[in-house]
């Protein structure tokens, strides 16, 4: 029996548990995943600091971070193609057509998302507790980890905004992974290559599940968002 | 907070390894999508794997891209279909040997109401020459692939200026210029490996076939070790060698979709 | 807590507080002189009243005072040489988005105070000011009386020698208004410099030991608090007098 119905097609792919789309549904968030943590490891430190310390060209950088934020997918993916290419600088860690290639480039088009809103989030709470800061005498390297924690359930939400891009991109992943199956093959590269098969309901079927994925990431970043919320305020 | 940075870092290491665990003996290749999208390597790797234990990771791009990937030294093997392309790829001192492997053809498609009258054509120059003067749109890869260049080549064959509206290049592979066709009604030159794996048709018809010009060979290169020393040469080198071998041959021959053969084996 | 009537004067015996010297201090901002020039040394023991009209520089001279801004002229300085330890009370106390409990470890945290010290420092303070049970709760849930006992707590918590409070008590009801009164004696008599601004009259015959009258940015007057209420000297702090009670 056929039937074309995307969502049918969606459905299906689910509840049959198909390996091969179980292997690209754990490999799509173990990249985007690995990628949003690395970013915001640096990124919100980054962020933080971009906030608290005043140094010649700040107003630039600040600029830069924000203009970032709009890096097309595309142009990330060839500047790291370029750089671990086996022609390029990186060439020797031989990590191009392979899953760290594709984190390093979501790591490249998160980070500028969570450092310039970070910076953000962090100037306003800074502009709230600085008196009180000076008063307890610490030094901007101290205020550093109390806005970050204090900014937490902001973070949280601009967490979620980087995996959403690092997940929905296609560009980046596509030119540094390669899209070999069964090594990087995403759901994004994936719906690609049914869209070039013209199998635009699978395609599609491809994409409902991406979107209920990112969709259930959301929601379960919101509940432990909202618990500990009610329960440290 | 200790709590939460010690998952962190122990699901970053679980994540680590995840990614190293299937680093086995891999050969990367770049190769066609025309070769991926039909299914071919789905159905023909696996019998290469079982009998060496080696594993061929495809980066299936467009025969520009896929040289400039070999070039740079990024895949250890290329499987491609642009036979003076590859030629000079050899001449310029990137690859060292290269070997028929399989041809497939080109046919061209178009509106089942054929306005340009190709499928009463006599030869593919007729054709092309049918549709430039039907002025009916015409859908071009122009994305320099090995099937772009080919279709060029024939609209040279054919005397065709390529002006005017109804040509159109659309930069896309093969795929994507195919659901462009349909949704336009134009004609195409696709390869027919993918145009018979092509599930969204619409209204777009097989029109003509068979003129030998339209046949498509691929090659299957060695790359040059003097200029890229760390590739696997040894292991592309039993990629290469199985591929003109009996086995490799019979496994393109048995490849078929819908009971139709797409490739045929033809190394000497 | 202790009660009002306790004898203030028993700080002194404790500890010499450290007096704090404006040497011909102004502040100013872009080009306009917002307070000072003044010279002026807040020794005996206080509690000192800074009073004033609203936008007299009361606030100005407290964080002057504390540091929280650097003076544009002359210079801030301390009996003991170096700056004391020293904390602030706002006037909308600045509560971290954690816990009670929490916003005091974290303040002895920065003060350095060994980590198996901060829960047993943590929990004494809050309990002296009425808010052991209160510890797990969010800090900016609280009522507006809570905030500023959980800011006293905390500023309790760093045992300063100097405490500095900013109206501590204009946004309070009566009853939290007498809690943080009856805090701000038992920090005087734990042997702290108190420096506290505040408009009420009333509040000030409570607690001053001496006044410290600005009107205009300018220090009009310094003088004990009995003399200050029995009839004070300046024209504008007899002027000020007279509308606060007309009010």
């Given at each position: ?79 790291v193609y370029i750089l671990l290419s086996r022609a390029g600088p990186l060439g020797e860690w031989g990590l191009l057509f392979t899953p760290s290639a594709m984190v390093i ?71 540094v992974g390669g899209?070999i199956?069964?090594v990087t ?49 | ?18 990614f190293n665990?299937s680093a086995s003996d891999f050969i990367t290749?770049a ?24 594993q061929?990771r495809?980066v ?9 990937i070999?070039?740079r030294g990024d895949a250890d ?146 790359l040059?070790?003097?200029?890229h020393p760390y590739l696997k040469h040894?292991l592309a ?32 | ?247």
């Amino acid at each position: 029996m056929e039937n074309n119905n995307a969502l049918y097609v969606a459905l299906s792919l689910v509840l049959n548990l198909d390996a091969t789309l179980y292997q690209i549904v754990i490999l799509s968030l173990q990249v985007s995943l690995l990628a949003v943590l690395v970013a915001a490891v640096i990124g919100f430190p980054l962020g933080a600091a971009v906030a608290l310390w005043r140094f010649p060209g700040r107003g630039g950088a600040i600029i830069a971070l924000n203009a970032m934020m709009g890096l097309p997918p595309v142009v990330a993916g060839l500047t790291v193609y370029i750089l671990l290419s086996r022609a390029g600088p990186l060439g020797e860690w031989g990590l191009l057509f392979t899953p760290s290639a594709m984190v390093i480039a979501q790591v490249v088009l998160v980070l500028p998302i969570l450092a310039a809103l970070s910076r953000q989030k962090v100037d306003e709470l800074l502009g709230e507790y600085q008196e009180q800061f000076i008063s307890l005498n610490m030094s901007r390297s101290r205020m550093m980890p109390t806005l970050l924690w204090d900014a937490r359930f902001a973070l949280l939400t601009i967490l979620l905004a980087g995996f959403g891009r690092a997940s929905a991109e296609v560009g980046a992943v596509m030119m540094v992974g390669g899209n070999i199956e069964g090594v990087t093959r995403v759901m994004t590269t994936a719906i690609v290559l049914e869209t070039s098969k013209g199998d635009l309901p699978l395609a599609l079927g491809l994409g409902i599940v991406l979107l209920t994925l990112v969709m259930l990431v959301n929601a379960g970043a919101y509940v432990v968002g909202e618990l500990t919320k009610r329960r440290m305020g | 907070m200790n709590r939460i940075l010690s998952f962190v870092f122990a699901s970053a290491t679980t994540i680590g390894l995840a990614f190293n665990a299937s680093a086995s003996d891999f050969i990367t290749l770049a190769s066609t999508t025309s070769t991926e999208n039909s299914g071919l390597f789905s159905s023909t790797l696996p019998q290469f794997t079982a009998a060496t234990g080696i594993q061929v990771r495809v980066v299936a791009v467009g025969t520009g891209q896929a040289f400039e990937i070999a070039r740079r030294g990024d895949a250890d093997s290329l499987l491609v279909h642009d036979t003076s392309g590859e030629q000079r790829f050899i001449e310029n001192g990137f690859a060292s040997e290269r070997v028929d492997v399989m041809y497939n053809d080109f046919v061209l498609i178009g509106p089942a109401d054929d306005p340009a009258n190709v499928s009463a054509a006599n030869s593919a120059a007729d054709a092309f020459a049918a549709i430039a003067d039907a002025r009916a749109p015409f859908a071009s890869r122009g994305d320099d692939s090995g099937t772009n260049r080919a279709e060029l080549s024939l609209w040279k064959d054919a005397g065709v200026e390529l002006d005017g509206d109804w040509y159109r290049e659309l930069g896309s592979g093969m795929g994507p210029t195919l659901n462009t066709a349909a949704a336009m009604d134009a004609y195409v030159m696709s390869d027919r490996a993918t145009w018979v794996a092509f599930k969204n048709r619409q209204n777009l018809t097989l029109l003509f076939e068979g003129d030998e010009v339209l046949f498509n060979q691929y090659g299957s290169l060695l790359l040059s070790e003097e200029k890229h020393p760390y590739l696997k040469h040894d292991l592309a080198k039993q990629w290469h060698n199985w591929l003109i071998s009996e086995a490799g041959q019979q496994a393109i021959a048995n490849f078929k979709v819908n009971e139709q053969q797409l490739f045929f084996p033809n190394a000497k | 807590m202790t009660s009002l009537n306790v004898p203030m004067m028993d700080a002194a015996l404790i500890a010499p507080l450290p007096s704090l010297h404006f040497d011909d201090v102004a502040f100013s901002h872009q080009g306009e002189l917002l307070l000072g020039p003044c010279s002026f040394t807040l020794g005996g023991v206080g509690p000192t009243l800074v009073m004033g009209p609203n936008g007299a520089g009361k606030s100005l001279m407290l964080r002057l005072a504390h540091g929280l801004i650097s003076p544009t002229q002359g210079s801030v300085s301390w009996s003991c040489g170096e700056r004391p330890r020293q904390a602030m009370v706002f006037q909308q106390p600045v509560l971290l988005r954690r816990s009670a409990l929490a916003n005091l470890t974290h303040a002895l945290a920065v003060n350095n105070t060994p980590r198996k010290a901060r829960m047993p420092l943590a929990r004494e303070a809050l309990a002296r000011f009425g808010l052991a049970a209160r510890a797990d709760t969010p800090a900016r849930v609280l009522s507006g009386g809570e905030q500023q006992r959980l800011a006293l707590a905390r500023a309790w918590a760093l045992s300063p020698s100097v405490l500095f409070l900013d109206e501590p008590t204009s946004a309070l009801d009566p009853a939290a208004t007498k809690a943080v009164e009856a805090a701000v004696q038992e920090f005087h008599q734990r042997g702290t410099r108190i420096v506290m601004t505040t408009h009420d009259l009333h509040q000030a015959r409570r607690l001053a030991g001496d006044v410290l009258f600005l009107s205009g940015g300018k220090v009009r007057e310094h003088t004990s608090a009995e003399s200050f209420f029995n009839g004070p000297a300046s024209k504008e702090a007899q002027a000020f007098m007279a509308g606060e009670l007309i009010e």
